[in-house]
């Protein structure tokens, strides 16, 4: 067993530092150095075998079933994944509407070289990985009638940029810009070359093609000229000047734009007597740049050097030379495998949310024509809904830019079975072994029945009140324009904000949300000078000459109030602040530029603050200007698509056009009108115009009037904001009071945690009401994004506090601030509230069920380790002598803790199988070693490997145990902030350019070293 244990944490280790490795120097390092190596290997089969010889060492078979179920299911799952690793493969086929394809390309990059002598021929297939951490090898040897063809490798780089070098030796070299299909990108030509950009070639006096046209560029005796077969238009982009040519030859002049089409040509520089070095400044690939590979093969004493530029997904180039009479066919790059069945592609169809370019679905219309067994059957794949035939599956995976194509992900994996069995296995062993009288979790149970009493303190929920400025102090302002700001009647305001609004991403919400959602992002509180957020919008867009002398930007550094020319300590700048008197220039614009440019390692605080009020004033901006209402839906418009008044006026057909002009002006007026009379009985009528309009015109997308209500009602409750007091004051409370009854256990905490109690189980009432009424408003589960999974996280919390931990003040206490605290991130300015529309990728019942299983599990860790943290303080107060009662609050702390650590282990390593589970049917593979998954999985060897410390007579103490549960719960902290701000991958916000660790972390981990430092002082304590 202590091998056991030492390779959960050395399993943990490695495969955690992976993700790191990963994020500097690209997944084809980590393949070459880790995953696919056979050192690797034989780890995972060594770990393995250690799980197997533990299951017959401690005959768990006989004495328990339950945990022999679960246990072995991993070995069941291990051959599956050995299947998987040496029989599946998977890859990519593209189809275009009306083809018929059998063939599929492989997702990994792969040497293919074939030797032919004397009639005779040999072959080599391998797949190629390259590290930029370590020096790379390549040595192959193919043997043919008595020679030996040798392979080695000379050279190779990640990504391929060319540089022009001086060469007294040299040629003339073009650098050209070319802007094919709306991407520009630098190209290099020698005398000779002929490059293909779709519609046309660009050659450098070579020989005219006749299957399309051919941009030619010749050199003469009086410079460059370029014959076009189409006429194009220029720009000279010294002068600015501009003009149209004809079709023919024309002198060729740097730094002019030619135009023709969607397609533009420049010529960058002429370099002569040079030549083109291939360098590389990247540690890792990049989607869209090919590798470089050069090879020397040699036969006796000859040898030929080859270069092979494969890219991601490709097949690669053929190379074909003779080396002393044998011939070689080599290749790298993604292989050609041949299916045993056709798919053709009748019909490509993309949805995308109403008004947005956003993809809702896309979907493949197809036809599966297998001959060998006569079948010919159309069918439909779409995102979470496969073609399985013949132990190929088929994923939509991606589209062709036109819509007129499909690119399908292709898996073979004849593992499936065995793995989804394994899977079956582990849960049920599981959740069994949790109600075994004789399991460890019964016996536990047991134990802390019998024991009282416990207790600890926690100085990280002084964080919270530093999340937020909602309640800073307001700005002065003026009798005047606060009497004209709170002008607008509030009931007319709150009718407004029942108006459906579409935001750019396609969301049908009412304006009330809007409102919230502005009045936040620029004061950063939740309402300001006493007015509801729907009056102030209403303001904003009515008299924005008022609203843009009111001081309500939140200004975050003291620089820049200096540089708007406002006291240093200012909290708030007027809109008029930012704009100079003199010529209306944007006063921070060059140092938001600046700011902007930088890697978010390397801005400062005022960097990331000058970003910030940047977006705040160009908010203000959009709400001045009228642009955030997308309120007038477009007649007839395929996509539903809905407008902003001007735009509508400027776009719309004549007949809804004169509508919305006529809608638009009535309501101003009329708004105009209450403001002078105070009567708003006319603005009431004008809003219900435009609401008919909506209904009109709208209905396809239009929210019913229920879930408008519902939503509005979400946002006045604002129930998750008002969780984090509640739970931090019963936190608080009851730490107070658990103190005061483990020091004088003759005071009665009987009534006291019957209150506490019944107001923390309030609270989590309120939670679940929030989560659902989120749940109704989005139109999905709601924890598909940081601050639904942190808010859900607090909810199970909560639920693992009431379940285990409501006999005990101290674990009640813990509970409480563990979830406030939660509670309280989820409201920090990095993470983002707003509800949004799913990527086609997330609308699984697989991923609802993944992701609410695994921020369970999550939930009860972090009860744990709140419950290890509070053992660690009351270590420190009952001294070298102990105390009783505390050591008696130590022991049922600690059962609880375990008991916590037990069920969320279960519930995370059952979560994050189903996550395997959804990815294997959404994109054809339960595992790829991505770092969040990967950090899923240290979470789970790490505490496996604490749950197995008892094991150990060395490490069987209860003081041990609880330093080990605390800290254990950095791997979940990893999981959930690390890889999503500082890791590269699919879950990641950051994609490898991660922001600076704040300052708050390196204070929270001395402390937790000091306190653990304090605590084994007194850890003797008998069990």
């Known amino acids: 067993m202590k091998m056991a244990v030492l390779m959960l944490f050395v399993f943990g280790f490695i495969i955690g530092a992976a993700t790191f490795m990963e994020n500097d120097y690209g997944t084809q390092t980590v393949k070459a150095l880790i995953y696919k190596t056979k050192w690797f290997e034989l780890f995972l089969a060594y770990f393995t075998a250690i799980l197997v010889y533990n299951i017959f060492k401690y005959k768990t078979y006989k004495k328990n079933l339950a945990v022999f179920l679960f246990h072995f299911s991993f070995f069941i799952i291990a051959v599956g994944a050995l299947i998987t690793r040496y029989i599946g493969y998977e890859g990519i086929m593209h189809i275009r509407e009306g083809q018929s394809v059998n063939m599929m390309v492989s997702d990994e990059k792969i040497l293919e070289a074939v030797a032919t002598f004397g009639g005779k021929s040999v072959s080599l297939e391998k797949p190629l990985y390259f590290s930029t951490m370590t020096q790379n090898t390549l040595e192959e040897d193919l043997d043919i009638g008595g020679k030996k063809v040798h392979l080695s490798l000379l050279k190779y780089l990640p990504t391929i940029e060319h540089e022009v070098i001086p060469d007294p030796e040299g040629k003339t070299i073009l650098e050209l810009k070319v802007s094919a299909e709306g991407q520009g990108k630098i190209y290099y030509f020698s005398k000779g070359d002929l490059k293909d950009f779709g519609a046309f070639y660009i050659g450098y006096d070579t020989p005219l093609r006749t299957d399309k046209p051919t941009f030619l560029i010749k050199e003469s005796e009086d410079g460059f000229k370029v014959n076009s077969p189409f006429a194009m238009s220029y720009l000279k982009m010294d002068d600015k000047s501009s003009g149209e040519l004809d079709a023919g030859d024309h002198n060729l002049t740097q730094r002019m734009l030619y135009r023709f089409g969607s397609n533009a040509i420049v010529v960058k520089s002429i370099y002569e007597k040079s030549k083109l070095k291939i360098v590389s400044s990247s540690l890792k690939t990049e989607s869209g740049k090919p590798e470089y590979i050069e090879l020397k093969a040699s036969v006796g004493d000859q040898s030929r050097e080859i270069v092979c530029k494969p890219l991601n997904g490709q097949p690669g180039e053929l190379n074909t030379i003779e080396i002393d009479g044998v011939r070689l066919d080599l290749r790298i790059g993604a292989k050609i495998i041949e299916v045993p069945f056709a798919i053709k592609l009748d019909k490509f169809t993309l949805e995308r949310y109403p008004g947005s370019m956003t993809p809702a679905s896309y979907a493949s219309d197809v036809v599966l024509i297998d001959k060998e067994q006569n079948l010919t059957m159309p069918y439909k794949i779409y995102m979470n809904h496969i073609l399985d035939h013949r132990n190929y599956r088929f994923f939509q995976s991606s589209y062709d830019m036109d819509e007129k194509g499909t690119i399908l992900s292709v898996n073979h994996d004849p593992g499936t079975l065995p793995t989804y069995v394994g899977y079956l296995f582990m849960t049920l062993g599981m959740i069994w072994s949790l109600f075994v009288p004789t399991g460890r979790f019964q016996k536990l149970l047991k134990g802390a029945r019998k024991l009282q009493g416990a207790a600890v303190s926690i100085l990280l929920a002084l964080m919270i009140f530093n999340a937020t400025d909602l309640h800073a102090e307001e700005p002065k302002i003026d009798p005047g324009v606060k009497k004209a700001i709170s002008a607008y009647d509030i009931d007319h305001a709150q009718k407004m904000g029942k108006l459906a609004v579409q935001d750019y991403m396609g969301r049908m919400k009412p304006l ?51 540089t708007l020319g406002l006291p240093e300590d200012a909290k708030f700048a007027q809109f008029s602040d930012f704009f100079s008197k003199e010529d209306n220039s944007y006063k921070i614009y060059s140092a938001v530029t600046d700011a902007t440019r930088k890697k978010p390692l390397d801005q400062s605080t005022y960097d990331k603050e000058l970003i910030k009020i940047d977006e705040r004033v160009n908010v203000s901006y959009m709400v001045y200007q009228g642009t955030i209402l997308r309120i007038y839906p477009q007649a007839g418009d395929a996509n539903n698509k809905w407008a902003a008044p001007l735009e509508a006026i400027k776009t719309f057909e004549p007949k809804t056009r004169d509508l919305v002009q006529l809608s638009v002006s009535a309501y101003f007026q009329s708004v105009t009108e209450g403001l002078n009379t105070g009567n708003w009985t006319h603005a009431d009528l004008a809003l219900k115009g435009i609401m008919g309009y909506q209904k009109t015109y709208g209905a396809a997308v239009l929210p019913s009037q229920q879930h408008i209500d519902m939503e509005i009602a979400y946002n006045k409750l604002g129930l998750f904001s008002k969780l984090v007091p509640l739970y931090l004051l019963v936190g608080l409370v009851m730490l107070v009071f658990a103190f005061i009854h483990v020091l004088k256990p003759a005071f009665s905490m009987k009534w006291i945690m019957r209150g506490a109690l019944s107001i923390f189980i309030f609270g989590f009432v309120m939670h679940m009401v929030g989560l659902g009424i989120r749940w109704y408003v989005a139109g999905h589960a709601p924890w598909s994004n940081a601050y639904e999974s942190i808010v859900f996280i607090a909810a199970s919390t909560a639920l693992a506090g009431i379940l285990l931990a409501r006999h005990s003040p101290f674990a009640l206490a813990g509970t409480a601030l563990l979830a406030g605290i939660t509670m309280g991130v989820a409201h920090m300015s990095f993470i983002n509230p707003e509800i949004t529309n799913l990527v086609p990728v997330l609308k699984s019942y697989w991923l609802m069920i993944h992701v609410a299983t695994i921020i369970s599990g999550d939930g009860f860790l972090g009860l744990g380790s709140i419950l290890g943290l509070l053992v660690l303080i009351l270590f420190i107060i009952r001294g070298k002598g102990g105390h009783e009662n505390i050591d008696r609050s130590i022991r049922e702390l600690t059962n609880l803790s375990e008991m916590a650590l037990i069920v969320g282990l279960f519930l995370l390593t059952i979560g994050n199988f189903l996550g395997g589970v959804w990815a294997n049917e959404s994109w054809g593979r339960y595992w790829g070693w991505d770092p969040k998954e990967t950090w899923a999985a240290v979470t789970i060897l790490i505490y496996a490997a604490v749950l197995h410390m008892r094991f150990i007579p060395a490490l069987r103490s209860i003081f041990l145990y609880n330093v080990v549960a605390t800290w254990a719960y950095s791997t979940v902290l990893m999981t959930y902030f690390g890889v999503n701000y500082y890791l590269s991958g699919l879950h990641s916000y950051a994609a490898g350019d991660p922001v600076p660790i704040p300052m708050w972390v390196y204070y929270a981990v001395a402390g937790l070293f000091v306190l653990t430092f304090l605590a084994a002082r007194n850890k003797n304590l008998e069990k």
């Open 512 to 562: 009330d949300t809007v409102a919230h959602e502005m009045v936040a992002k620029i004061t950063g509180k939740s309402a300001m000078f006493g007015l509801h957020p729907m009056q102030m919008l209403l303001g904003m867009i009515t008299q924005p000459e008022v609203y843009q002398n009111v001081p309500m930007i939140k200004i975050g550094h003291k620089k820049i109030a200096l």
